[in-house]
């Protein structure tokens, strides 16, 4: 295949096939040969799927492919980049990106977009020491297993209440701490959203004080801890020794039936 001379960085290497940025020891982000590798392989109306750009780029293996790849097209939507999924273009496979707008890539002779929802460190660790470092949507613990799924280990990360894609900021008020499973960009790619009636028929099958304690985040518009959650995170903090002596303690307390 023909490439425009575009299409070479100074270091007469493809974009998308550099190893490290052009003059310098520093790796060259897979977004950004991505985004070449787009713009100089297809053009507007058509469309792509993250198995052909991680062939394509050849990078970071089968393995959490799926995190990475989300990574990915958020990064090309910061860039500017229009790339629908099935979500909002219903002949779209699951899958399946068309481009309606290509945005920023190496040699298109612009400068990259400035990111301006960026979460600065000291408001990330704020937001980890006001939500307990637990996810707020399904509520999991920073390190703890996924229910059912013992040897699972949840990660914290900070999302947008108004995902940064559609312009929310990176204030307090619009954070909160998000596993990486329930994270922003892994749900606005999960294709269609849950249907209501679906909700409502989880919920008919909770408890009472379950559907009361629900009705009470629902109202506040956020997953509130109460006294419980707070004495199970402060026993989550305790070193290994002093865990395992609370441990046993808590169990004598709690008698049968654990
Ligand atoms: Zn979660």
């Not at 492919?65 to 496979?93: C, F, M, T």
């Not at 749900?187 to 919920?203: F, H, K, N, T």
Request: glycine share 10%; with cysteine; proline share 5%.
């Amino acid at each position: 295949m023909e490439y425009p001379p575009a299409a070479y960085a100074s270091n007469g290497i493809l974009w998308w096939e550099l190893k490290t940025a052009p003059g310098t020891a520093q790796r060259f982000g897979s977004e950004r040969k991505a985004a070449a590798w787009l713009a100089f392989h297809k053009k507007l109306g058509d469309t792509f799927t993250t198995e052909e750009l991680r062939l394509a780029i050849g990078v970071d293996g089968k393995r959490n492919d799926n995190e990475h790849a989300q990574r990915r097209l958020r990064q090309l939507r910061k860039d500017g980049w229009e790339i629908p999924s099935v979500k909002y273009v219903r002949d779209l496979k699951v899958g399946e990106y068309r481009i309606d707008t290509i945005g920023w890539y190496p040699g298109c002779g612009r400068e990259r977009p400035k990111n301006r929802s960026a979460v600065s460190a000291r408001i990330r660790s704020m937001v980890l020491k006001r939500d307990g470092s637990r996810c707020q949507i399904c509520g999991v613990g920073d390190g703890e297993a996924y229910p059912g799924e013992p040897g699972s280990k949840a990660a914290m990360t900070v999302g947008h209440l108004v995902s940064d894609d559609f312009g929310g900021p990176g204030e307090l008020g619009n954070l909160r701490v998000e596993c990486a499973r329930c994270n922003e960009p892994v749900r606005s790619e999960r294709g269609m959203p849950e249907s209501p009636l679906d909700v409502i028929y989880a919920a008919r099958l909770l408890k009472r004080d379950q559907v009361r304690r629900l009705a009470s985040w629902v109202s506040k518009g956020s997953r509130t801890r109460d006294a419980l959650d707070e004495v199970y995170d402060r026993y989550r903090k305790l070193a290994p020794g002093d865990r395992n002596q609370a441990r046993s303690e808590l169990l004598k307390l709690a008698g049968d039936g654990v």
